[in-house]
């Protein structure tokens, strides 16, 4: 079955700075691969996903990258704000009537004022 | 105008009880999931369910068993609780059909076993 690994677990910035956590799979045969953002005591939402015929997406100050060759996506964050913070989850996933995602083991963002 | 809900939102109960947690969604999806999360933050799939069928069942004791009375509810039964069981469970939908992947989460519950 599919692994997913997720780094750094913990991640300290400044305000301003930019973030990135980085992810890699297993499966070869995964095509999607959102991001989720949890904030304390809510449940994870999608804040950006890409699929496997594409190599980047963009939306304002969050970027995720896709290197199919090596199994890695990346999630870049810019400008970074104190509402920033939170655990961020990638994840990865194949289409089958399931959809079953299996979750990286999340990273702990703080952004410093 | 929640779109994904569960309750209760706090759940402790002792050893050995039985209990439930109840999901439901409006947003029209066709599939529900239910996922732990462990106090590690770990997120993991425990069931998959596609117009009420069931479609995912990950290595989950049979203690656990989903129910899916309709397109729009699903709820988790757990039996003979057991401290290990202590978690936080979310339910999760997504419209398959139509290759739309995005999963919406629900608020989540947090099992305390005592």
Redesign the interface.
Known sequence: GENVEQHPSTLSVQEGDSAVIKCTYSDSASN?F?W?K?EL??????II?I?SNVGEKKDQRIAVTLNKTAKHFSLHITETQPEDSA?Y?CAA?Y?N???????G??TRLMVKP | DTA?SQTPKYLVTQMGNDKSIKCEQNLGHD?MYWYKQDS??????MF?Y?NKEL??N?TVPNRFSPKSPDKAHLNLHINSLELGDSAVY?C?S?Q?QG?S????????TRLTVT
């Open positions: 999607y959102p989720y949890q005591g809510k449940g994870p939402q999608l996903d699929r655990v989850f996933s289409n009537a399931g959809n079953m995602l299996t979750f083991g999340g | 994904v599939t590690k933050k770990f997120l993991k799939i998959s596609n479609i995912i990950e979310f999760a997504s398959v290759m992947y995005e999963q919406y989460f629900g608020p989540g």
